[in-house]
């Protein structure tokens, strides 16, 4: 079983920042890829960006890419996500879950979600 807890979300101004944390408690957090993804009112999760158990590699969706960061730090269990030049259509509640020795890709199964935080863009 594996705890994750999002944080760092909030209201910020277009052309924004903000990093998101992932803190994960419970199992080796190393043997799991993470996922983020978000979900805006009315409208279904999608996949922003994964990175995989090892940290090698990273996965984004078309609609970030350039502008989100992922990493990791094992020894902190938590892994991060970095979104720069922040739009309005970037509101939305974000989540992040955990796939075992997944690859971060948004056809993973992820088997633990987190609870999600809210991130508001104004324009």
């Known amino acids: 079983q594996v705890q994750l807890v999002e944080s760092g979300g909030g209201l910020v101004q277009a052309g924004g920042s903000l990093k998101l944390s992932c803190a994960a408690s419970?199992?080796?957090?190393?043997?799991?890829?993470v996922g983020w993804f978000r979900q805006a009112p009315g409208k279904e999760r999608e996949f922003v960006a994964g990175?995989?158990?090892?940290?090698?590699?990273?996965a984004k969706a078309d609609s970030v890419r350039g502008r989100v960061t992922i990493s990791r730090d094992n020894a902190k269990n938590t892994v991060y996500l970095q979104m720069n030049s922040l739009k309005p259509e970037d509101t939305a509640v974000y989540y992040c879950?955990?796939?075992?020795?997944?690859?971060?890709?948004?056809?993973?199964?992820?088997?633990?979600w987190g609870q999600g935080t809210q991130v508001t863009v104004s324009s």
């Open positions: 879950a955990a796939n075992f020795r997944g690859s971060g890709l948004p056809s993973d199964r992820y088997a633990y």
């Open positions: 419970g199992r080796t957090f190393s043997n799991y890829a």
């Open positions: 990175i995989n158990w090892s940290g090698v590699g990273a």
